[in-house]
Protein backbone atom coordinates (compact mmCIF):
# COMPACT_ATOMS: atom_id res chain seq x y z
CA UNK A 1 0.00 0.00 0.00
CA UNK A 2 1.29 3.61 -1.12
CA UNK A 3 -0.52 6.62 0.50
CA UNK A 4 -0.22 10.09 -1.17
CA UNK A 5 -1.83 12.92 0.11
CA UNK A 6 -3.54 13.50 -3.96
CA UNK A 7 -2.48 12.17 -7.25
CA UNK A 8 -0.10 15.10 -8.04
CA UNK A 9 2.52 13.86 -5.71
CA UNK A 10 2.90 10.73 -7.63
CA UNK A 11 5.93 10.88 -9.72
CA UNK A 12 6.80 9.67 -12.81
CA UNK A 13 10.15 8.15 -12.33
CA UNK A 14 9.48 4.81 -11.06
CA UNK A 15 10.76 2.98 -13.98
CA UNK A 16 12.59 0.30 -11.16
CA UNK A 17 9.40 -0.70 -10.11
CA UNK A 18 6.61 -0.17 -12.58
CA UNK A 19 6.24 -3.36 -12.64
CA UNK A 20 5.85 -3.89 -8.59
CA UNK A 21 3.34 -0.81 -9.14
CA UNK A 22 0.81 -2.08 -12.19
CA UNK A 23 0.56 -5.74 -10.33
CA UNK A 24 -2.61 -5.89 -8.02
CA UNK A 25 0.24 -6.41 -5.08
CA UNK A 26 0.21 -2.61 -4.57
CA UNK A 27 -2.85 -0.56 -4.11
CA UNK A 28 -2.34 3.35 -3.79
CA UNK A 29 -4.38 5.23 -1.75
CA UNK A 30 -4.73 9.04 -2.13
CA UNK A 31 -5.99 10.76 1.47
CA UNK A 32 -7.58 13.74 -1.02
CA UNK A 33 -10.08 10.56 -2.41
CA UNK A 34 -11.06 9.83 0.79
CA UNK A 35 -13.26 12.51 1.93
CA UNK A 36 -16.08 10.91 -1.08
CA UNK A 37 -15.67 7.95 0.94
CA UNK A 38 -18.30 6.87 3.31
CA UNK A 39 -16.65 5.47 6.62
CA UNK A 40 -17.18 2.13 7.87
CA UNK A 41 -13.55 1.48 9.34
CA UNK A 42 -12.42 3.61 12.42
CA UNK A 43 -8.85 3.24 11.46
CA UNK A 44 -10.06 5.06 7.83
CA UNK A 45 -11.94 7.25 9.40
CA UNK A 46 -9.16 8.40 11.44
CA UNK A 47 -6.43 8.22 8.36
CA UNK A 48 -9.31 10.56 6.70
CA UNK A 49 -9.18 13.48 9.34
CA UNK A 50 -6.20 14.47 7.69
CA UNK A 51 -7.57 15.39 4.76
CA UNK A 52 -10.83 17.30 5.89
CA UNK A 53 -11.12 20.86 5.82
CA UNK A 54 -10.91 22.04 8.94
CA UNK A 55 -14.91 22.66 9.89
CA UNK A 56 -15.22 19.57 8.79
CA UNK A 57 -12.48 17.64 10.41
CA UNK A 58 -13.96 19.03 13.68
CA UNK A 59 -17.83 17.79 13.32
CA UNK A 60 -15.88 14.50 12.15
CA UNK A 61 -13.74 13.98 15.16
CA UNK A 62 -16.31 14.33 17.57
CA UNK A 63 -18.26 11.49 15.80
CA UNK A 64 -15.08 9.53 15.58
CA UNK A 65 -14.46 9.85 19.24
CA UNK A 66 -18.10 8.34 19.76
CA UNK A 67 -17.21 5.81 17.27
CA UNK A 68 -14.30 4.69 19.60
CA UNK A 69 -16.26 5.13 22.99
CA UNK A 70 -18.91 2.62 21.67
CA UNK A 71 -17.43 0.73 19.43
CA UNK A 72 -13.33 -0.38 20.94
CA UNK A 73 -13.51 -3.03 23.63
CA UNK A 74 -10.76 -1.80 26.13
CA UNK A 75 -8.22 -5.05 24.64
CA UNK A 76 -8.72 -3.03 21.35
CA UNK A 77 -6.60 -0.33 23.23
CA UNK A 78 -9.03 2.97 22.82
CA UNK A 79 -6.83 4.90 24.36
CA UNK A 80 -4.24 4.84 22.06
CA UNK A 81 -6.56 5.51 18.82
CA UNK A 82 -7.64 8.63 20.32
CA UNK A 83 -3.91 9.66 21.36
CA UNK A 84 -3.89 9.51 17.81
CA UNK A 85 -6.98 11.60 16.85
CA UNK A 86 -5.79 14.25 19.19
CA UNK A 87 -2.51 14.29 17.99
CA UNK A 88 -4.03 14.54 14.57
CA UNK A 89 -6.27 17.56 15.48
CA UNK A 90 -3.69 19.54 17.28
CA UNK A 91 -1.52 19.79 14.15
CA UNK A 92 -4.30 20.17 11.95
CA UNK A 93 -5.89 22.73 14.43
CA UNK A 94 -3.33 24.44 15.93
CA UNK A 95 -5.36 27.47 17.53
CA UNK A 96 -7.68 24.81 19.16
CA UNK A 97 -7.70 25.94 22.95
CA UNK A 98 -8.17 23.65 25.73
CA UNK A 99 -12.17 24.27 26.20
CA UNK A 100 -12.82 23.23 22.63
CA UNK A 101 -10.51 20.01 22.91
CA UNK A 102 -12.57 19.10 26.13
CA UNK A 103 -15.55 19.84 24.45
CA UNK A 104 -14.55 16.39 22.41
CA UNK A 105 -13.01 14.55 24.49
CA UNK A 106 -14.53 13.67 27.95
CA UNK A 107 -11.97 15.33 30.60
CA UNK A 108 -11.08 12.04 31.79
CA UNK A 109 -10.10 10.58 28.66
CA UNK A 110 -8.47 14.19 27.90
CA UNK A 111 -6.94 13.76 30.99
CA UNK A 112 -5.38 10.55 30.07
CA UNK A 113 -3.68 11.37 26.52
CA UNK A 114 0.29 11.92 26.69
CA UNK A 115 -0.51 15.12 25.02
CA UNK A 116 -2.46 16.45 27.78
CA UNK A 117 -0.35 14.85 30.05
CA UNK A 118 3.16 16.55 28.40
CA UNK A 119 1.12 19.88 28.43
CA UNK A 120 0.73 19.09 32.10
CA UNK A 121 3.76 18.41 32.97
CA UNK A 122 5.20 21.22 30.74
CA UNK A 123 2.76 23.38 32.61
CA UNK A 124 4.30 22.18 36.35
CA UNK A 125 7.57 22.71 35.13
CA UNK A 126 7.05 26.50 34.44
CA UNK A 127 5.31 26.97 37.68
CA UNK A 128 8.16 25.32 39.29
CA UNK A 129 10.96 28.17 38.15
CA UNK A 130 8.54 30.77 37.85
CA UNK A 131 7.88 29.98 41.49
CA UNK A 132 11.93 29.77 42.10
CA UNK A 133 12.25 33.24 40.14
CA UNK A 134 9.91 34.89 41.92
CA UNK A 135 11.03 33.25 45.30
CA UNK A 136 14.49 34.77 44.69
CA UNK A 137 13.34 38.18 43.91
CA UNK A 138 11.25 38.25 47.23
CA UNK A 139 14.45 37.40 48.85
CA UNK A 140 16.67 39.72 47.42
CA UNK A 141 14.11 42.33 48.22
CA UNK A 142 13.37 41.66 51.53
CA UNK A 143 17.23 41.38 52.67
CA UNK A 144 17.44 45.16 50.54
CA UNK A 145 14.63 46.35 52.65
CA UNK A 146 16.25 45.20 55.90
CA UNK A 147 19.42 47.13 54.75
CA UNK A 148 17.81 49.87 54.21
CA UNK A 149 17.52 51.44 57.88
CA UNK A 150 21.72 50.32 58.47
CA UNK A 151 22.44 52.77 55.46
CA UNK A 152 20.37 55.34 56.55
CA UNK A 153 21.88 55.63 59.79
CA UNK A 154 25.10 55.41 58.23
CA UNK A 155 24.46 59.00 56.63
CA UNK A 156 23.63 58.11 52.90
CA UNK A 157 20.82 59.87 50.93
CA UNK A 158 17.36 58.21 50.61
CA UNK A 159 18.75 58.67 46.85
CA UNK A 160 22.13 56.78 47.31
CA UNK A 161 20.50 53.75 49.63
CA UNK A 162 18.10 53.48 46.45
CA UNK A 163 20.74 53.39 44.01
CA UNK A 164 23.12 50.88 45.95
CA UNK A 165 19.82 48.93 46.79
CA UNK A 166 18.42 48.62 43.51
CA UNK A 167 15.02 50.00 44.76
CA UNK A 168 12.64 52.74 44.12
CA UNK A 169 13.90 55.84 45.70
CA UNK A 170 9.80 56.03 46.92
CA UNK A 171 10.04 52.64 48.57
CA UNK A 172 13.14 53.91 50.63
CA UNK A 173 11.27 56.92 51.40
CA UNK A 174 8.40 54.67 53.04
CA UNK A 175 10.88 52.64 55.01
CA UNK A 176 12.63 56.30 56.37
CA UNK A 177 9.39 57.45 57.38
CA UNK A 178 7.67 53.77 58.47
CA UNK A 179 5.22 53.00 56.62
Partial sequence: MIVYPNPQVETNQVQRYRELLNSERVRRIYL???????????????V?????SKAKAIDSTRKLIQRVREELTPDQK????LQLIETILVYKLPLLNRREIETMFSLDELKQ??????VREEARQEGREQGIEQG????RLNKALEAVSRLLALGLSVEQVASAL??????????????
Avoid: K, W
Fill in 32 to 46: NELENIPQTSIGLAT
Fill in 48 to 52: QLITL
Fill in 78 to 81: PQEL
Fill in 113 to 118: TQYFQD
Fill in 136 to 139: IEQG
Fill in 166 to 179: ELEVEQVRAIQNGT
